[in-house]
């Protein structure tokens, strides 16, 4: 039996097993294959309506879309020139920060956003349309590749690589996880005949945002930070799943309406990029004023990178107010105050929090340890280490702050402080 | 207390057992040593001799110098050969040659691959220089896989994952396969049937990979005894092989004993149950601080025989231990044993046929199969568990009520000339192709006119264009879709859309039991089915056909379930055709059809009476499946010269035994093949029986058969001609209704055959 009537024999069978396996049933009806000439013309007329320009490479080619917005322009909270702003605050602020802009000149800033034909990472997903954006003093340069069909990536990564020779100082949304080994994987395919990948360093506003607000969002994506933080509003968007489904259809029918809404997707993708760099660094900075759980985030991050004098007013801030943040921000305070030998300041400080009811483990510790080893007081200090055995005994099985190594630990001070007590006596 | 006994004391007093069915003694044979090849690196050389191996077994040589000169090899070697060596040497000579060099092993288990990698890493220890190898799979830390992928030199990997993560992220593993210089597989007749045509798709995929990024590796492969490793090998890897099969490794003298269990029920022809018979003999042995192996054919049987064994052990002897050894431990659990048998500390040893795969438990002096295991490649894997160092190694193969293991213990001569069984696989099963075209096309784009293995590309990514999986530009094919395909095909499930079994004796502890193809699953687990699950009854309360699950409950009852499943079986194409040779009665074909099964109704039957207790209806859609099938059709007048009752029932005890001898010719699962008998074929109007491949598009099993057709039909007689029953039995044509004059029908049409 020939292959054709095999195929044909197995028809249902197959069919099934390709429909058990997609995704989504998308289908379209004006599947007919395009000879080049005619696809070349109707590409041509595509990049017409997206107010595009072809760049070719050999027999391929790319389209580009470049665009100047004026600095003073404001869809949200900021006008792009807040940019200058941001990055010139940098300079004194602590150079340490994942977000630190120090030594940077808001042009070295490069925002950078993909649209991909599926979200998994092998080597069968592409990457068809690029954004990129820079603020310079006379605008925000916007510029978009596009890639008119599977055959052109050769094009599209030239042009792209071509015209960006830094990629040092890129600002993403979760760039590091998913638009750069995209990248990347994509590259290799092309290697041969574009530039190099560049060295890439990074600004990952996704993780900035995550500390931040992810008590407040339910999950934290660009849209949902657009709407509740940064006040803006899109009219009209294609959501971001459907971007693969439209895109196929385009490569079957290039009709720029296609494909209009993923381009207009991305870059306003790309511009909230500069607001939200904006919005960030001023509330790191201070210089808009962060509520207390921002606050409270906020110092926490300096306190992670090792920026004790940044976080410290922080946290005294936030332990003055009496807000909700207080009492873990005098645990802080209370370390710091320790690590400078401040003794009673910090036991003091224990000993408030331990008083406002919702001390944990740790903090009966810290205090046990400082009464143990500070203040010789080591009838005090049983009794907080019991405490914080009895918070434990009480988590067991209940909580995920429950640890056997931890409540051993405990047992083992206990027992030593039991001692010690015993042999006073004697 | 009895004094002990020696190994000759007790190997005299086995020999006059009345139920010994069969003796006979393999002499030994010395090794064939020579010196290392001149070639080999000088610190390779010192490494072996501080391993104290100072000349190498023959085919070890051989192996070295073929595989040194560009060609692609398949080894044949029985257990504890030095097998290892025979491919290790090469890579680490050609790694020693030139450090950007690598190789690609891949094994049928993880396990295997941990086994492997502590070797490796002590001869790369010995040899003092740091070449990187490494296990890459699931349980591979996150942090080093990068660094395994950049860096590593030697990879030691199974094809699940060379399947689903490192071909469909080659671009990460660029250095990998530009530089790739060997692929190793091991263990090679375990890539049978349905898996092992998928893996052959997978190497297509690799080698694909291979081409592009410019490399063009060599593979070695190795095979326990098999009829075909040569072409097999050559289907599986798509090259040209050079077959070793002179073994150069030494033999100790092999005494193998078969032994039939006495017939307890003469009416019936049922025999004791094999499993008291396996705890004394190994008994024997055990208590006489003799090592031991046994071998059982599934997890609950070494269960079982575990604690018996451990019963008679207590007290005799406590520092010695019996322990159960089976897939699924860990491979410091596996160690412990290991060092166990070494020292003596561990006497005896149970196991599963999983592990007669080439993981190194040493060799102790007594091996026991419960039951011949199926095929003789595992009997021999089994067997040479057996012999350690100058001692004399004693094999017993305990025979079940199965028909294949009393044809075995009524035909030894059979059994000892060594007929080893063809391995089949069909990489071009439609069904199979079409998945990893799609995943070699997500892997890299397909041009017009491209070739996967042999075939040409073009009407299967025009059908994947038809679906939307592929968009076809400028002559090339590219993956436009957003689904990663690698994850929803799987190498090992017979069927994509599998069942699984859910127990839910237990409320709140409902789990997973096993899983099973819908063709299956619509005969053996229709609801209020009894289903037998490693030995234990279960009653089926539900079966979701949407979700795939089937819901079952532990019960205790006596009877079991049988279900009429009405098979309807068209033949869609005959490929061949011939008559059966030398009969003018016969006729022999072999073809595509297309199996329809609609289960009806299920019978309760008594077990030790088989009366029917009852009956229930089964509410089930129709099944289908394109396949391959080979048959035989006898002439309309048997019909009447039988009576139709009587010869339908001879074509269904037929049935029975031409199921069970089959796995003489292919090495096979149980759950691959079916077979049916039509009184009147719908082709040729015909009294026909079929074989079929239970795999939508066949993995060409039944193409063999109807290969082997004559000699199939010749031991189908033998079985029935040697069994004692007078009305049919398990062992022979199992029971069917008027069993006796069923089996004098069929004696009669073998005269005539």
């Given at each position: 039996m020939?292959?054709?009537q095999?195929l044909q024999?197995?028809?249902?069978?197959?069919?099934?097993?390709?429909?058990a396996?997609?995704?989504?049933?998308e289908?379209?009806?004006?599947?007919?294959?395009?000879?080049?000439a005619?696809?070349?013309?109707?590409?041509c007329?595509?990049?017409?309506?997206?107010?595009a320009?072809?760049?070719?490479?050999k027999?391929?080619?790319?389209?580009v879309?470049?665009?100047?917005?004026?600095?003073?322009?404001?869809?949200g909270?900021y006008?792009?020139s807040e940019l200058f702003e941001?990055?010139?605050?940098?300079q004194?602020?602590?150079?340490?920060h994942?977000l630190?802009?120090?030594?940077?000149?808001?042009?070295?800033?490069l925002?950078?956003?993909?649209?991909?034909?599926?979200?998994?990472?092998g080597?069968?997903?592409?990457?068809?349309l690029?954004?990129l954006?820079?603020?310079?003093?006379g605008?925000v340069?916007?510029?978009?590749?596009?890639?008119?069909?599977?055959?052109?990536?050769?094009?599209?990564y030239?042009?792209?690589?071509?015209?960006?020779?830094?990629l040092?100082?890129l600002?993403?949304?979760n760039?590091?996880?998913?638009?750069?080994?995209?990248?990347?994987?994509?590259h290799?395919?092309?290697?041969e005949?574009?530039?190099?990948?560049?060295?890439?360093?990074?600004?990952?506003l996704?993780h900035?945002a995550?500390?931040?607000?992810?008590?407040r969002?339910?999950s934290?994506?660009?849209?949902?930070?657009?709407?509740?933080?940064l006040?803006?509003?899109?009219?009209?968007?294609v959501?971001?799943?459907?971007?693969?489904?439209?895109?196929?259809?385009?490569?079957?029918?290039?009709?720029?309406s296609?494909v209009k809404?993923?381009?207009?997707?991305?870059r306003e993708?790309?511009l909230t990029?500069?607001?939200l760099?904006?919005?960030?660094?001023f509330?790191i900075?201070?210089?808009?004023?962060?509520?207390?759980?921002?606050?409270?985030?906020?110092?926490?991050?300096?306190?992670?990178?090792?920026?004790?004098?940044?976080?410290?007013p922080l946290?005294?801030?936030?332990a003055?107010?009496?807000?909700?943040?207080?009492?873990?921000?005098?645990?802080?305070?209370?370390?710091?105050?320790?690590?400078k030998?401040n003794?009673?300041?910090a036991?003091s400080?224990?000993?408030?929090?331990?008083?406002?009811?919702?001390?944990?483990?740790?903090?009966?510790?810290?205090?046990?340890?400082?009464?143990?080893?500070?203040?010789?007081n080591n009838?005090?200090?049983?009794?907080y280490?019991?405490?914080a055995i009895?918070?434990?005994n009480?988590?067991?099985?209940?909580?995920?702050?429950f640890?056997?190594?931890?409540?051993n630990?405990y047992?083992?001070r206990?027992?030593?402080?039991?001692?010690?007590?015993l042999n006073?006596?004697? | 207390?009895?004094a002990?006994q020696s190994?000759?004391?007790?190997?005299?007093?086995?020999?006059?057992d009345?139920n010994?069915?069969?003796?006979?003694?393999?002499?030994?044979?010395?090794?064939?040593?020579v010196?290392y090849?001149?070639q080999?690196?000088q610190?390779?050389?010192?490494?072996?001799?501080?391993?104290?191996?100072t000349?190498?077994?023959?085919h070890q040589?051989?192996?070295?110098q073929?595989?040194?000169?560009?060609?692609?090899?398949?080894?044949?070697?029985?257990?504890?050969?030095g097998?290892?060596?025979?491919y290790?040497?090469?890579?680490?000579?050609?790694?020693?040659?030139?450090?950007?060099s690598?190789?690609l092993y891949?094994?049928?288990?993880?396990?295997?691959?941990?086994?492997?990698?502590s070797?490796?890493?002590?001869?790369?220890?010995?040899?003092?220089?740091a070449?990187?190898?490494d296990?890459?799979?699931?349980d591979t830390?996150?942090?080093?896989?990068?660094?395994?992928?950049?860096?590593?030199q030697?990879?030691?990997?199974?094809?699940?994952?060379l399947?689903?993560?490192?071909?469909?992220h080659?671009?990460?593993?660029?250095?990998?396969?530009e530089?790739?210089?060997?692929?190793?597989?091991?263990?090679?007749?375990?890539?049978?049937?349905?898996?092992?045509?998928?893996?052959?798709?997978?190497?297509?995929?690799?080698?694909?990979?291979?081409?592009?990024?410019?490399?063009s590796?060599?593979?070695i492969?190795?095979?326990?005894?098999?009829?075909?490793?040569?072409?097999?090998a050559e289907?599986?890897t798509?090259?040209?092989m050079?077959?070793?099969?002179?073994?150069?490794?030494p033999?100790v003298?092999?005494h193998f004993?078969f032994?039939?269990?006495?017939?307890?029920n003469?009416?019936?022809?049922l025999r004791?149950?094999?499993?008291?018979?396996?705890?004394?003999?190994a008994g024997?042995?055990?208590?006489n601080?003799?090592?031991?192996?046994v071998?059982a054919r599934?997890?609950?049987?070494?269960?079982l025989?575990?604690?018996?064994?451990?019963k008679?052990?207590s007290?005799?002897?406590?520092r010695?231990?019996?322990?159960?050894?089976?897939?699924?431990?860990l491979?410091?659990?596996r160690?412990?044993?290991?060092?166990?048998?070494?020292?003596?500390?561990?006497?005896?040893?149970?196991?599963?046929?999983?592990?007669?795969?080439?993981?190194?438990?040493?060799?102790?002096?007594?091996?026991i199969m419960a039951?011949?295991?199926?095929?003789?490649?595992?009997?021999w894997?089994?067997?040479?568990?057996?012999?350690?160092?100058?001692?004399d190694?004693?094999i017993?193969?305990?025979?079940?009520?199965?028909?294949?293991d009393?044809?075995?213990?009524?035909?030894?001569?059979?059994?000892?000339s060594?007929?080893?069984e063809?391995?089949?696989?069909?990489?071009?099963?439609?069904?199979?192709?079409?998945?990893?075209?799609?995943?070699?096309?997500?892997?890299?784009?397909?041009?017009?006119?491209?070739?996967?293995g042999q075939?040409?590309?073009?009407?299967?990514?025009t059908?994947l264009?038809?679906?939307?999986v592929?968009?076809?530009?400028?002559?090339?094919w590219?993956w436009m879709?957003?689904?990663?395909?690698?994850?929803?095909i799987s190498?090992?499930?017979?069927?994509?859309?599998s069942f699984?079994?859910?127990?839910i004796?237990?409320?709140g502890?409902?789990?997973?039991i096993?899983?099973?193809?819908?063709?299956?699953?619509?005969?053996m687990l229709?609801e209020?089915?009894?289903?037998?699950h490693q030995?234990?009854?279960?009653?089926?309360?539900?079966?979701d056909l949407k979700?795939?699950?089937?819901?079952?409950?532990?019960?205790?009852?006596?009877?079991?379930?049988?279900?009429?499943?009405?098979?309807?079986?068209?033949?869609?194409?005959?490929?061949?055709t011939?008559?059966?040779?030398?009969?003018?009665?016969?006729?022999t074909?072999?073809g595509d059809?297309m199996v329809?099964?609609?289960?009806?109704?299920f019978?309760?039957?008594?077990f030790?009476?088989?009366?029917?207790?009852?009956?229930?209806?089964?509410?089930?859609?129709?099944?289908?499946?394109?396949?391959?099938?080979?048959?035989?059709?006898?002439p309309?007048?048997?019909?009447?010269?039988?009576?139709?009752?009587?010869?339908q029932?001879?074509l269904?005890?037929?049935?029975?035994?031409l199921?069970h001898?089959?796995?003489?010719?292919?090495?096979?699962?149980?759950a691959?093949?079916?077979?049916?008998?039509?009184?009147?074929?719908?082709?040729?109007?015909?009294?026909t029986?079929?074989?079929?491949?239970k795999?939508?598009?066949?993995?060409?099993?039944?193409q063999?058969l109807?290969?082997?057709?004559?000699?199939?039909?010749?031991?189908?007689?033998?079985?029935?001609a040697?069994?004692?029953?007078?009305?049919?039995?398990?062992?022979?044509?199992?029971f069917?209704q008027e069993?006796?004059?069923?089996?004098?029908?069929?004696?009669e049409?073998?005269?005539?055959l």
């Open positions: 020939s292959l054709k095999k024999l197995y028809k249902k069978q197959l069919h099934e097993a390709q429909q396996e997609r995704s989504t049933p289908k379209n009806d004006g599947s007919e294959s395009v000879v080049a005619e696809e070349r013309l109707a590409v007329h595509a990049a017409r309506e997206l107010d320009t072809l760049r070719q490479w027999d391929q080619y790319v389209l879309h470049s665009e100047t917005l004026p600095l003073t322009s404001q869809t909270l006008p792009f941001a990055v010139a605050a940098w004194q602020g602590p150079d340490a994942p630190s802009a120090h030594g940077l000149k808001a042009t070295d800033l925002f950078f956003d993909t649209e991909t034909t599926g979200l998994s990472s080597a069968g997903q592409m990457i068809f690029i954004g954006a820079r603020v310079t003093s605008g340069e916007l510029r978009q590749y596009f890639l008119p069909g599977p055959g052109h990536e050769t094009a599209f030239d042009a792209f690589l071509r015209d960006t020779q830094s040092k100082n600002v993403t949304f760039g590091k996880a998913y638009d750069w080994p995209r990248v990347k994987t994509r290799q395919f092309v290697r005949h574009v530039p190099r990948l560049p060295q890439f360093g990074h600004f990952d996704l900035a995550r500390r931040l607000w992810k008590r969002l339910d934290v994506g660009l849209q949902k930070i657009e709407q509740t933080i006040k803006m509003g899109r009219s009209e968007d959501p971001g799943k459907m971007a693969p489904f439209l895109y196929f259809q385009f490569l079957k029918n290039p009709q720029a296609l809404g993923i381009l207009e997707h991305n993708d790309v990029l500069i607001i760099y904006c919005h960030l660094s509330k900075l201070g210089l808009a004023t962060p509520d207390t759980e921002e606050s409270f985030e906020i110092a926490r991050w300096f306190d992670q990178i090792k920026a004790k004098n940044y976080a410290q946290f005294e801030r936030l003055a107010a009496g807000s909700d943040y207080s009492v873990e921000a005098k645990a802080y305070l209370a370390r710091y105050a320790k690590q030998g003794f009673d300041q036991l400080l224990l000993r408030e929090v331990i008083r406002s009811g919702s001390a944990n483990d740790s903090h009966y510790i810290q205090a046990a340890k400082l009464l143990e080893h500070q203040f010789k009838r005090q200090a049983l009794l280490t019991q405490q009895a918070l434990m009480h988590w067991q099985g209940k909580s995920e702050r640890s056997t190594a931890k409540l630990a047992r083992e206990l027992n030593r402080l039991d001692t010690k007590l006073n006596r004697n | 207390m009895e002990r190994m000759d004391d007790l190997i005299n007093k086995l020999k006059q009345p010994l069915a069969n003796w006979q003694t393999l002499p030994g044979k010395e090794a064939q040593l010196p090849p001149e080999m690196d610190r390779l050389q010192a490494a072996l001799r501080k391993r104290g191996i000349s190498l077994y023959s040589a051989k192996a070295f073929t595989a040194m000169s560009g060609n692609d090899l398949v080894l044949v070697t029985p257990t504890a050969s097998k290892t060596l025979c290790n040497l090469p890579v680490l000579q050609s790694i020693l040659d030139d450090p950007s690598r190789a891949f094994f049928p288990t993880k396990a295997l691959a941990q086994d492997q990698k070797e490796m890493t002590e001869l790369i220890g010995d040899i003092g220089v070449i990187k190898s296990t890459y799979d699931g830390a996150g942090n080093i896989r990068q660094k395994i992928r950049a860096a590593g030697i990879i030691m990997t199974n094809p699940d994952m399947h689903s993560s490192i071909l469909p080659h671009t990460k593993w660029v250095s990998l396969f530089n790739l210089k060997f692929v190793v597989i091991d263990e090679l007749h375990v890539y049978k049937g349905v898996f092992g045509s998928h893996v052959a798709n997978v190497i297509r995929r690799l080698k694909r990979i291979c081409a592009y990024y410019g490399s590796p060599q593979f492969c190795t095979s326990a005894t098999i009829a075909n490793p040569q072409s097999h289907q599986l798509g090259r040209k050079i077959l070793l099969d002179q073994n150069g490794a033999a003298c092999k004993a032994y039939n269990p006495p017939v307890v003469k009416q019936l022809n004791a149950d094999e499993l008291p018979v396996v705890t004394d003999l024997r042995f055990i208590r601080g003799i090592q031991t192996i071998f599934s997890r609950l049987k070494v269960e025989l575990v604690s018996h064994l451990q008679i052990n007290g005799l002897n406590e010695a231990k019996i322990c159960a050894y089976r897939g699924g431990y491979p410091t659990e160690r412990r044993i290991e060092k166990g048998l070494r020292s003596g500390e561990v006497i005896g040893v149970v196991s599963t046929n999983a592990l007669e795969l080439g993981v190194d438990i040493g060799q102790l002096q007594v091996c039951g011949y295991p199926g095929n003789m490649a595992s009997v894997q089994q067997a040479g568990r057996a012999g350690r160092r100058a001692q190694a004693l017993i193969l305990v025979a079940s009520a199965n028909p294949l009393q044809y075995m213990a009524a035909h030894p001569d059979y059994f000892f060594g007929n080893p063809d391995i089949r696989i069909n990489p071009n099963n439609l069904m199979i192709m079409m998945d990893h075209i799609k995943c070699s096309a997500y892997e890299l784009p397909f041009k017009k006119g491209d070739l996967f075939e040409p590309v073009d009407d299967f990514c059908f264009q038809d679906e939307d592929l968009h076809e530009q400028r002559g090339q590219y879709n957003d689904a990663f395909p690698a994850n929803e190498l090992r499930s017979a069927v994509q859309d699984a079994i859910i127990d004796t237990d409320r502890h409902a789990r997973v096993g899983e099973m193809d819908r063709f299956g699953a619509m005969t229709y209020d089915a009894i289903y037998i030995g234990l009854q279960f009653h089926v309360d539900e079966l979700e795939r699950k089937a819901y079952i409950r532990k019960v205790n009852v006596n009877y079991y379930t049988d279900s009429d499943l009405a098979v309807q079986l068209d033949v869609l194409e005959e490929d061949q011939k008559p059966l040779p030398g009969s003018a009665q016969a006729d074909g072999y059809v329809r099964a609609l289960p009806t109704v019978k309760k039957i008594r030790e009476t088989y009366e029917n207790i009852g009956w229930g209806r089964i509410h089930l859609p129709e099944i289908e499946m394109h396949t391959n099938a080979a048959w035989i059709s006898f309309k007048t048997l019909i009447d010269h039988f009576g139709k009752d009587v010869f029932n001879a269904i005890g037929f049935s029975h035994v199921r001898a089959a796995p003489l010719f292919v090495l096979t699962d149980p691959d093949l079916s077979v049916v008998a039509k009184i009147k074929a719908p082709h040729n109007q015909l009294p029986i079929f074989i079929y491949d795999y939508p598009g066949g993995i060409g099993l039944s063999k109807f290969e082997t057709m004559p000699e199939l039909l010749r031991r189908a007689e033998d079985i029935i040697s069994c004692s029953c007078d009305a049919g039995c398990p062992s022979c044509i199992g069917v069993g006796r004059k069923a089996k004098k029908a069929l004696t049409m073998f005269l005539q």
